[in-house]
């Protein structure tokens, strides 16, 4: 069973991805169908980035799974090297 802090913890981060998810859903998708005048706009990114951010995040993702698997797999070759 999680314990209360567990619980917070994930309670947040819950919270955080449907917050970004929420503004990212609006950037995307509803704001190109309102007036570029409107007050609204200044609240978001220009549209570029609603590109750029997530997949500047995808590849670092993508490096530190490679980074993570690369130095599992030396970590286990010295392992197997020390016990032959």
Do not use: C, N
Request: proline letters at 4%; zero cysteines; glycine letters at 6%.
């Amino acid at each position: 069973m999680a314990t209360g802090t567990d619980q917070v913890v994930g309670l947040g981060l819950v919270a955080v991805s449907l917050i970004i998810f929420t503004y990212y859903t609006a950037w995307v998708i509803l704001l190109p169908f309102i007036d570029s005048q409107h007050v609204i706009h200044k609240y978001f990114l220009p549209r570029a980035y609603a590109v750029a951010i997530p997949l500047a995040a995808g590849l670092l993702l993508l490096l530190f799974v490679g980074l993570f698997i690369t130095y599992v797999m030396l970590k286990s070759e010295r392992v197997t090297k020390k016990t032959q």
